[in-house]
């Protein structure tokens, strides 16, 4: 990398897929879903290949119920040879129960808007950022990885904008207390190819090094287009939700990630590796779909890889 010049991705490169339905797409949904089920949905997905999981948050269960199981769901998952487990941590409180856990990283968050921030964890930003230097203290020589995450962005459904250089100030930030990559989270389906662009660049200007993670929602349908851009721009890592479960909250508007299954296909078909097996991850995603109950938003799974073949005999023949 040459200053803020990006150099795509190679074909061939491993891309890695970091699955975050487990917490991402489960907190949102009305009817406690039962730990087993939750368990056995991250079994079956660590059995497609997925190693990187956002397995949870260690939220307060009176602000999402849905995952006030965090410990019981961590206990009981069968972790494969290399599988990285996560938690989402909003505060130190988190931290504390993320460190008596099995978790090998934590994911903090803040947003890029004062008005989201707000919203979502009730603060300002710079008293989230102070608090998270308390937690990066907390956890140093634990063993625990900790992640940063900015949420709103690519812009706020409130304040609208968020301009890449508040962006870039954040992730600078993350740096500085000692984390290793940043992940721009999409959390309202705001971004486009052009503000991905400028985040990424922004962030490689003000804090060089730091590796950057995408994480797209597709409420608008361009999720996999900013998948694109940030491959253009060299980026390898992704969150994405199987069967497209998701969506935040605390935001106006939100709807799901984009799809796990619809990512790997992408990646897969475009010549990159992911060590993820799409026909078992579609598995998954239909599982998924069965707990849950109603019919989930992911394409790949409802029409299979590319070249799946079907028997000309089950198909109507035109008359005529």
Do not use: W
Request: hydrophobic share 40%; charged share 20%.
């Amino acid at each position: 990398m040459t200053g803020t010049q990006p150099t795509p991705l190679p074909a061939g490169a491993f891309v890695t897929v970091c699955e975050v339905g487990p917490r991402d797409g489960f907190q949102i949904e009305r009817g406690f879903i039962p730990t087993e089920r939750k368990i056995a949905i991250i079994n079956a997905l660590f059995a497609a290949g997925i190693r990187h999981i956002q397995a949870t948050s260690f939220v307060s269960p009176r602000a999402v119920p849905q995952l006030a199981d965090a410990e019981e769901v961590l206990a009981g998952i069968d972790r494969p040879e290399g599988a990285v487990v996560s938690a989402l941590v909003p505060n130190l409180r988190g931290a504390e129960r993320a460190l008596r856990s099995r978790v090998d990283a934590v994911h903090l968050v803040v947003s890029a808007s004062e008005t989201h921030n707000r919203k979502n964890v009730n603060r300002p930003i710079d008293q989230s950022l102070a608090e998270f230097e308390r937690i990066f203290d907390l956890l140093r020589g634990s063993g625990i990885r900790v992640e940063g995450g900015i949420a709103t962005a690519f812009g706020c459904p409130f304040e609208g904008e968020v301009p890449p250089e508040q962006v870039a100030r954040i992730a600078r930030r993350y740096q500085e207390l000692g984390a290793t990559r940043v992940g721009l989270g999409d959390t309202t389906g705001m971004a486009t190819p052009p503000t991905v662009r400028a985040a990424i660049r922004a962030i490689r200007a003000a804090a060089p090094g730091l590796e950057i993670g995408l994480h797209f929602h597709n409420t608008r349908g361009v999720g996999l287009a900013c998948v694109m851009t940030g491959l253009a721009e060299g980026v390898a890592y992704y969150d994405a939700s199987v069967g497209g479960l998701g969506g935040c909250p605390f935001a106006a508007g939100a709807t799901g990630n984009i799809s796990t299954e619809d990512l790997v296909y992408l990646l897969q078909e475009s010549g990159y590796r992911t060590g993820i097996d799409l026909e078992r991850l579609i598995e998954a995603a239909r599982l998924t779909e069965q707990v849950i109950g109603r019919t989930l938003p992911g394409q790949v799974m409802k029409a299979g890889p590319r070249l799946t073949r079907h028997d000309p005999g089950a198909v109507a023949t035109a008359e005529g």
